[in-house]
């Protein structure tokens, strides 16, 4: 979980992202969005795609499975999600590829 908070910041601030910004966009204050990247709060799937949706990237570019943002298996049930829809010819938004 703390790799997570620490690539958040990391890639935040490589696009000159405030936090104030980010909790901004994400309908929380800056002490609520500084508990994420200092990683005092579980990143949920919720969470991560709101962040990487403002960031322009992919969930797995802040958190791989490897790294277990959660312990709630979300990251497991959104790569099987993926999985299903490939399998199935469901369309995939090109940003959660």
């Not at 799937?45 to 797995?60: A, N, Q, V």
């Not at 570019?61 to 399998?87: A, F, P, R, V, W």
């Amino acid at each position: 979980m703390k790799i997570c908070g620490q690539n958040i910041r990391k890639i935040r601030r490589s696009k000159d992202f405030t936090q104030e910004y980010m909790a901004f966009e994400m309908g929380i204050s800056q002490k609520a969005y500084s508990d994420i990247e200092n990683s005092k709060v579980k990143i949920n799937l919720e969470i991560l795609t709101k962040i990487s949706d403002i960031l322009e990237i992919k969930p797995s570019d802040i958190c791989s499975i490897s790294h277990k943002c959660n312990t709630d298996g979300s990251e497991d049930k959104y790569q099987g999600l993926l999985e299903y829809m490939k399998k199935n010819n469901i369309s995939i938004p090109e940003e959660y590829l």
